[in-house]
Structures are given as structure tokens and as C-alpha cells.
């Protein structure tokens, strides 16, 4: 399953990657990138989780127009309100 990822310093306008596993999905049209990682186990989620070695938000994304959900990982390596 794909998740789109990011970090809460958000630095995807530098092209820096937020994990290895990261690639990336599209470009927005403020030049941003979004970034996705493929994970389709629990297996798979740890070692992002010891990887980052930090805590990682779990977003649902409504998207109407497709009825299938959409999940967004993010990672918490800044302070945010």
C-alpha cells in the first residue's frame, strides 16, 4: 500500500528526501514535492519507525473524487501547533 509522506519541517521544496524508501509522486504547483513510500507490512512500518527514529503522524486524505481511502504519513522532527 502507498502512503504519501512527508516531514513536518517540510523541506520537500529541497528535494531532500523525508526516508530512504521515499520516491517521488508528482510535483505540485507551487514546485513542491510529494513524496510516497510503499509499505504492506507491519514489518514494513517498524522499520520506518526505527529508521526515522521519531514519532509518525497517521493522516486519512477524504478524497471524494475516488472513493478509495488515501493515507498520509507524516513525520514530527519539528514543532508544529
Known sequence: ???????TSDDSRNGI???KNAVVKEM????KY???VEINTLEDLLELCAEI???IILSDINNYANKEPE???EIYDDYRE
Open 1 to 7: 500500500m502507498f502512503f504519501s509522506i512527508s516531514t
Open 17 to 19: 528526501k523525508p526516508c
Open 28 to 31: 505540485s504547483c507551487d514546485n
Open 34 to 36: 510529494i513524496w510516497e
Open 53 to 55: 527514529g521519531g514519532e
Open 71 to 73: 493515507f498520509k504519513l
